[in-house]
């Protein structure tokens, strides 16, 4: 039975940096590309960023380009999200996802973490 388990969230103040990661088991990694997603209350889950399961292409959303990393090790079946200059809008539950397709639209993944709350302060 697949399982994807997030970590690293917490609280920071504006401008800080996190590094959120992805524990995957019960699949062959490598064989799922990886996405992260977000949804902050009262608004619908949005796309962040996508990574393929060679790790050799990425992509993001416009409102992190050039302030998040996706990344990934296949060795230890992990997943990671750098994000830095953080924003107060970036206050959001983080969840990851695997899919057999890399794609910006959440429905396209089957398997989904359970989320780690990320506060951004002022």
């Known amino acids: 039975q697949a399982q994807l388990v997030e970590s690293g969230g917490g609280l920071v103040q504006a401008g800080g940096s996190l590094r959120l990661s992805c524990a995957a088991s019960g699949l062959t990694f490598s064989d799922y590309h990886m996405g992260w997603f977000r949804q902050a209350p009262g608004k619908e889950r949005e796309f962040v960023a996508t990574?393929?399961?060679?790790?050799?292409?990425?992509n993001y959303a416009d409102s992190v380009k050039g302030r998040f990393t996706i990344s990934r090790d296949n060795a230890k079946n992990t997943g990671y999200l750098q994000m830095n200059s953080l924003k107060v809008e970036d206050t959001a539950v983080y969840y990851c996802?695997?899919?057999?397709?890399?794609?910006?639209?959440?429905?396209?993944?089957?398997?989904w973490g359970q989320g780690t709350q990320v506060t951004v302060s002022t």
């Open positions: 990574i393929s399961g060679a790790g050799d292409f990425t």
């Open positions: 996802a695997a899919g057999r397709r890399g794609a910006i639209y959440s429905r396209l993944y089957q398997y």
